[in-house]
């Protein structure tokens, strides 16, 4: 496995442990991985909005910071936000109907 | 409504075209703004070096400081004079602010940790020879992963802890110049290649709970670069070159420029006690960069009151403003855009002090001073877990980075980095599984 089919691993894991932090359990992920964009969807039931739903909406729509992906993208999977802001180039996110969608992209 | 008081006035009159954050706390400069702040406190340095020692002086002091090896505890107070030592600083720091600024970094907490930690550990170990090596061997390994250079500054200039390799190499032993020389710049090449694959890769080891990661990094390749030099006979020797001058043009000099940091960071703060309250919540675990997430203002706020504060504590425990802890005060000062503040440090303090009332160690001397201002490398342990682990960790702290040295022989600027990786990888599952039940519990 090269280090981007890592990084990505371990974006989904970061997005996956935030819709288990919001006691979603019950996930569809979309994952469509190509030579030079990657985009993840992942949906799930969420009974209430999350509070920080602002807050990560603003974190992935964030510039990337490339300083700091090489050295600490490892750290991705234990509630590492911000982190994960930075390794994004921008996302979608909805909360409908008990339904909360994360849509994410970035450029390869 | 209340009215405005004279310094907030002064501050909508100046900042008046400056964006504000959405809670209307600080102020956001630009990062042309913040570059020059931070390049100014640069040359700030450099300027006061020279009221310390002649031109001439300076010169002649950093000529002694480059040919020496600088390995652990090499003071270039004492191997040079506080004029060339300082000077080194400031220009090292300058040289990190240009590397920055050409690949286009943004000025936030990461790049602010390893331009005061490159200046710091300049004061003892850095050298432009023993630096530009490792620097040149990052930037091939980006060449070869075909990626910037930007992607890996960071192992880069916090990389050159392995400098008095180069520097042993060179310098160390009775070799002839002609060969002694390129041989450790060509291994400081190597060293700088292998670095960034290690430093992603290790961080799993303590999961950011130790903010020097690069030192545990360096300090596992420093050991088996050792070990392979002694295997060859090629030992690096017992060094303990410290200062012991009181210099009071120093000391007033350190007070005056971290005041300066705190009133930069007064002066883009609208909201100062709120702004630090906030900034105090952070469990400090890598990554949390001040600058982004609490504002440029108010972690200048608290660089500058950490720089009073780890001053005043050196000088407390009556310890002298030698290189090393001058180095250790601006790490921590650095690192307070990056994950430190008073909250988070303190308890690791008081947990290395308590060790020394009980232990070998004297509570004055050297090594137990280097391992409070530098054990603060584990301050996230402190802002995860509370002040009692904080405190156990630094008791704990201290008795293992006094255990490590040996294994890489001085080479590893950072080996209080080093020891921290450890003690964190022991304490934070332990700390995390106790914090967990009694989470199920409530």
């Known amino acids: 496995m090269n280090t981007e089919q890592q990084k990505i691993g371990k974006i989904l894991e970061e997005l996956i442990n935030y819709f288990f932090r919001n006691k979603s359990y019950d996930l569809k992920i979309d994952l469509n991985y190509q030579e030079d964009k990657l985009c993840i969807k992942v949906v799930g039931e969420c009974q209430e909005k999350p509070k920080d739903y602002q807050e990560l909406y603003d974190l992935l729509n964030s510039t990337t910071r490339p300083e700091l992906e090489e050295y600490y993208y490892e750290l991705l999977g234990s509630n590492e936000l911000k982190l994960l802001g930075s390794l994004i180039d921008c996302a979608e996110m909805s909360y409908e109907d008990k339904q909360l969608c994360i849509k994410v992209y970035r450029k390869l | 409504m209340k009215e405005a008081g004279p310094i907030k006035k002064l501050q909508e009159k100046l900042f008046k075209n400056t964006q504000l954050d959405t809670d209307r706390t600080y102020y956001i400069p630009s990062d042309k703004v913040k570059y020059l702040i931070i390049t100014s406190l ?102 070869f992963q075909k ?183 601006f790490t921590v000062v650095g690192f307070g855009a990056f994950g430190k503040h008073i909250a988070n440090v303190l308890p690791i303090i008081t947990g290395v002090f308590l060790a020394s009332l009980l232990k070998i160690w004297e509570p004055d001397s050297l090594v137990v001073i280097l391992a409070a201002l530098f054990g603060t490398s584990l301050a996230p342990v402190a802002g995860s877990y509370g002040w009692l682990a904080g405190i156990l960790t630094g008791f704990i702290h201290l008795s293992v980075v006094m255990n490590v040295g040996y294994l890489h022989g001085g080479i590893n600027l950072y080996n209080n980095g080093f020891s921290a990786g450890f003690v964190a990888a022991v304490l934070v599952p332990i700390f995390n599984s106790i914090q967990t039940r009694f989470q199920k519990d409530s």
């Open chain 2, 42 to 143: 640069s040359l700030i340095l450099i300027l006061f070096s020279f009221t310390l020692n002649t031109p001439m002086e300076i010169i002649e002091g950093l000529g002694r400081i480059i040919t020496s090896p600088g390995i652990l505890v090499t003071d270039f107070l004492a191997a040079g004079n506080p004029g060339s030592a300082l000077f080194n600083s400031g220009l090292l720091m300058l040289l990190s602010i240009v590397i920055a600024a050409i690949n286009k970094i943004d000025m936030k907490g990461p790049i602010i940790a390893v331009i005061f930690t490159v200046g710091g550990f300049s004061l003892f170990g850095k050298t432009p020879f023993n630096i530009i090596p490792i620097i040149l061997g990052v930037y091939l390994f980006a060449l």
């Open chain 2, 147 to 329: 990626k910037k250079f930007a992607n890996y500054i960071l192992p880069a200039l916090f990389g050159t802890a392995l400098g008095p390799l180069v520097s042993l190499l060179a310098f160390g032993f009775d070799f002839d110049l002609r060969y002694s020389i390129p041989l450790g710049i060509i291994v400081g090449v190597a060293v700088g290649f292998i670095i960034p694959p290690m430093a992603s890769h290790f961080i799993q080891f303590h999961q950011g709970y130790n903010l020097y990661n690069i030192g545990f990094t360096c300090g596992i390749a420093g050991l088996v670069i050792m070990a392979i030099m002694r295997s060859f006979g090629l030992k690096s020797p017992d060094t303990m070159i410290v200062s012991e001058i009181e210099n009071i043009a120093i000391t007033v000099f350190l007070f005056l420029w971290f005041l300066l940091m705190l009133l930069i960071g007064l002066f883009y703060t609208r909201k100062w006690i709120e702004s630090q309250g906030k900034l105090y919540k952070n469990t400090g675990r890598l990554v949390s960069d001040f600058v982004v997430s609490e504002g440029f203002g108010p972690a200048m706020i608290n660089m500058g009151l950490l720089g009073i504060l780890m001053t005043t504590m050196v000088l407390v425990m009556g310890g002298n403003l030698n290189g090393p802890f001058i180095g250790g005060i």
